[in-house]
């Protein structure tokens, strides 16, 4: 059974760094095609990609943020590490990680299953 | 950067109404095309992947159709527990994108 779970703070203060954690099991991230993303929700609004690493270290970034954004993984953990700078209450929303293979033939992908999401909210 | 839209952004609808959600890319996608569900205070759910193809364990009386730059998905028959947002999401490109969803409500 594959899950996820994301954690880091609650609360951020505008111009902090926000650091959140997504701990898996059920699968390896150093498995061909395996790949971990991040994507956000503001209360209310849409959801957003943020981010993507994959099983070979490579790194993707939405255009809109990639100045504000690091993601990381620690294999041997089973962990994905997203850094956001410069906190703005824009960026409170609910956050999510989620799995997704890109190793199957067709090159089909997609997101599933989801962690259930941390509210991070943005304030002084 | 591939933009999604969706259509209509809101819709109120009955207990076995057929209900029909439009997503559109602004380049072809081919059917790299993903639709999720959300219900308030919970993670998306994954429906339909690859513009057609019903994730296991998804009612049949969901479906998905498309190619290019054009999709739909269709619930044939709406019940109780479908009332939610639905999303789709291109992944023909590694930066992702979602539409900014359709919310069916009762009406």
């Known amino acids: 059974q594959v899950t996820l779970r994301e954690s880091g703070p609650a609360l951020v203060k505008p111009t902090q760094t926000l650091t959140l954690t997504c701990t898996f099991s059920?699968?390896?991230?150093?498995?061909?095609?395996?790949?971990v993303s991040w994507i956000r929700q503001p209360p209310g609004k849409a959801l957003e990609w943020l981010a993507l690493?994959?099983?070979?270290?490579?790194?993707y970034y939405s255009t809109s943020l990639k100045t504000r954004l690091t993601i990381s993984k620690d294999t041997s953990k089973n962990q994905v590490v997203l850094t956001m700078t410069n906190m703005d209450p824009v960026d409170t929303a609910t956050y999510y990680c989620a799995r997704i293979y890109r190793g199957d033939s067709s090159g089909y992908s997609w997101f599933d299953p989801w962690g259930q999401g941390t509210l991070v909210t943005v304030s002084s | 950067d591939i933009q999604m839209t969706q259509s209509p952004s809101s819709l109120s609808a009955s207990v076995g109404d057929r209900v029909t959600i439009t997503c559109r890319a602004s380049?072809?996608?081919?059917?790299?095309l993903n639709w999720y569900q959300q219900k308030p205070g919970k993670a998306p759910k994954l429906l339909i992947y690859a513009a057609s193809s019903l994730q296991s364990g998804v009612p049949s009386r969901f479906s998905g159709s498309g190619s290019g730059t054009d999709f739909t998905l269709t619930i044939s028959s709406l019940q109780p527990e479908d009332f939610a947002t639905y999303y789709c999401q291109q992944s023909y490109s590694t930066l992702s994108a979602f539409g900014p969803g359709t919310k069916v409500d009762i009406k």
């Open positions: 059920g699968f390896s991230l150093s498995t061909s095609g395996m790949c």
């Open positions: 380049q072809s996608i081919s059917s790299y």
């Open positions: 690493i994959d099983w070979d270290d490579d790194k």
